[in-house]
Structure formats: structure tokens, C-alpha cells
């Protein structure tokens, strides 16, 4: 995790120095860019009704509403803050569009996110131990702990994922493009990451 420093020509930025050179004044430091990001994706993705935030189908929340709840955690937190922290994101977790804000992934609440479009890739990719890959060559890929199984855009990307769970990845090659032919609904969460309701056995197979 990196500071957040505010140039002022470029604005928020990541880093010590701005891509123009200048160094920005610090606004938020490592350490609350990482509260602030684990709480803000968790409310979004996992528990809004603790904080009995509305949320729609496609998983919106009004920003404002989303900034008194974080607020009331973090006293030092506003609005600008949390903009840097959404605008800055690497892994561009988050939307933030006329008011209102929401994850791009990750969800374990129910989301339909019937506005996402549908993937672009004719190919994509999912990381797993060997045991599991061999399951999942049987059954398809499903969702266990999310809402939506999440497949990534490049062998490196599902690779760096797969590691976060298993030392020596195997990856699956997914047939997107035949999938979403005959009526698999896969849709882009970003441009590493796609959704899927569930992948069929027959769309998988070992790279
Ligand atoms: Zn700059």
C-alpha cells in the first residue's frame, strides 16, 4: 500500500512523487489508505445492511449515505478522501458515477449487476490447486464464498490470484467466448476481471 498525495496540476496520486515529478502534499498515509479501503470494500461488498445502507440490484450506493457511515468510524474521513482513495485504486475496485458509489467485484451480497456489459476476452482464466482444478474439469466452476465466480483477463493476473491460496497454481483456460455463445453470462468487472453466474464443465480446460 502507497501514500496519497494530492499534485496540483495532476491531483490525487499514489506514490511519493507525482508522474509529472512533483512531490504533493501527503493527504492520507499507507496505513489509513488501507482502513479506509478495507472498510469501504467490505460495507459495499459484504455488509451494507449493518449500516442499513439501501443497495440496488446493481449494487449502487448513494455516496453521500456510504461517507456519513465511514465517518462515523473514522472521524478524520471525508468525502475528498474518500474520492482519492476510489480514484486512485489500482485494482479499480470501485465505481463512483452520479452520486453514487459501488464495488466492481468481490460481492457476497446478492447483486444482479445487469448493467455490467459482457466481456470482451474470447478467453479467460482461473487459478486453482491441482486438486481443485481436477473437480472443477468435472463439475464447472461455481460460487462459494461470492455472489459471481471471478476469472481474470491474463494467465499472470489468475496466476497472482491463485497464489494468494496455493503455492504451485494450476490454471484453466476458459472457452468465453463458445460460453457466451450459447447463453453463459459473462460480464467485465474491469479490465482484469470477469464475472461469471457459473462456468459448465464443457468451457473448461486445463492450459
Ligand atoms: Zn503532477
Given at each position: 500500500m502507497e501514500d496519497i498525495r494530492v499534485c496540483p496540476t495532476h491531483g490525487f496520486y499514489r506514490?511519493?512523487?507525482?508522474?509529472?515529478g512533483y512531490r504533493g502534499e501527503l493527504i492520507l498515509d499507507k496505513e489509513r489508505v488501507e482502513r479506509l479501503g478495507r472498510f469501504i470494500s467490505g460495507v459495499l461488498r459484504h455488509f451494507p445492511d449493518k449500516f442499513r445502507l439501501e443497495v440496488d440490484e446493481n449494487g449502487w450506493v448513494s455516496f453521500e449515505a456510504l461517507a456519513r457511515v465511514v465517518r462515523r468510524k473514522y472521524?478524520?474521513?471525508n468525502q475528498w478522501l474518500i474520492k482519492a482513495m476510489v480514484y486512485t485504486d489500482k485494482k479499480n475496485r470501485y465505481e463512483l458515477k452520479n452520486g453514487r458509489i459501488r464495488a466492481r467485484y468481490g460481492h457476497?451480497?446478492?447483486?444482479?449487476?445487469?448493467?455490467y456489459p459482457p466481456a470482451e476476452e474470447d478467453v479467460l482464466y482461473y487459478g486453482t490447486g491441482e486438486e481443485e482444478a481436477h473437480r472443477l474439469l468435472e463439475i464447472g466452476i461455481k460460487p462459494v464464498n461470492q455472489t459471481f465466480v471471478h476469472l481474470s483477463a491474463s494467465i499472470e493476473k489468475s496466476r497472482e490470484v491463485a497464489r494468494l491460496r496455493t503455492d504451485e497454481p494450476i490454471i484453466l483456460e476458459i472457452d468465453a467466448k463458445s460460453a457466451r455463445k450459447n447463453g453463459v453470462r459473462i460480464i467485465k468487472a474491469n479490465k482484469f476481471i470477469a464475472l461469471a453466474e457459473e462456468v459448465p464443465p464443457e468451457y473448461i480446460r486445463l492450459v
Open positions: 506514490g511519493e512523487n507525482c508522474a509529472c472521524r478524520w474521513a457476497s451480497i446478492k447483486v444482479k449487476l445487469s448493467d
